[in-house]
């Protein structure tokens, strides 16, 4: 069974402050993955996607990394600002290229930045 | 970037009445749409695949009946919940798949809160 598990649960950090968050997955034939960003009630925003021969993207101050064969990957947010505030959640998809097909989600990191 | 719309953002219906909710992708052809729900505080749960001139796929436990999807066009999809009871009140969330920057993807819409009262 398909799987994506995101860690930690929650996270409280300091504003300017990095973190990291992680995200670990059992999907099969693996295609891509995907980073989302989602402020409360609000849809879901992409950050990065990443394939299999990729191992880090940027995004302004979001890196993601991916290690196909341990299959997990990090999201690591560079100085922390109140606006990151936010759900991440991490999405992984065993579609083949050219068809998105059905994406595995993970529960998500929801994480708080205080001022 | 790809922009997938919905429509309307936010709606108040009386319970037993029926709401439609539409997903529009703007600037791609969506050959794929997936319907979610999310409670407050919880995880995307995946209600439906919608596929362009096809019948919807449905997750377990969603009733087929109940949330009606229609994937008319490359470009919309309509999710109808009908006879909305106040159980149905959530956060709906619509996603298009397409091919963009360094492979495919899926592109939400910013969802639909549907209160039922």
């Known amino acids: 069974k398909n799987q994506v598990e995101q860690s930690p649960q929650s996270l409280i950090i300091l504003e300017g402050k990095n973190c990291t968050l992680q995200c670990n997955y059992t999907v099969s034939p693996f295609s891509n993955l995907r980073w989302y960003k989602q402020d409360t009630g609000r849809g879901p925003v992409s950050l990065t996607i990443m394939t299999f021969s990729e191992n880090t993207k940027s995004n302004g101050r979001y890196t993601a990394t991916l290690d196909a064969d341990t299959k997990q990957s990090s999201l690591h947010i560079t100085a922390s600002q109140l606006s990151d505030s936010a759900s991440y959640i991490c999405v992984v998809s065993a579609s083949p290229e050219g068809n998105a097909g059905k994406s595995t989600f993970g529960d998500g990191t929801t994480l708080t930045v205080k001022p | 970037g790809a922009v997938v719309s919905q429509h309307p953002s936010w709606v108040i219906c009386k319970s037993g009445t029926s709401v439609k909710i539409e997903c529009r992708s703007l600037d791609f052809q969506a050959t794929t749409m997936f319907w979610y729900r999310q409670f407050p505080k919880q995880s995307l749960m995946l209600m439906a695949t919608?596929?362009?001139?096809?019948?919807?796929?449905?997750e377990q436990g969603v009733e087929k009946d109940k949330f009606l999807i229609n994937h008319a066009s490359l470009t919309l999809s309509t999710l109808t919940v009908t006879s909305a009871h106040p159980e149905d009140s959530s956060f709906y969330i619509c996603?298009?798949?397409?091919?963009?920057?360094?492979?495919?993807?899926?592109?939400f819409g910013e969802g639909s809160w549907l209160t039922v009262v």
């Open positions: 919608s596929n362009e001139g096809s019948k919807a796929t449905y």
């Open positions: 996603s298009a798949a397409g091919v963009w920057d360094s492979g495919n993807t899926i592109y």
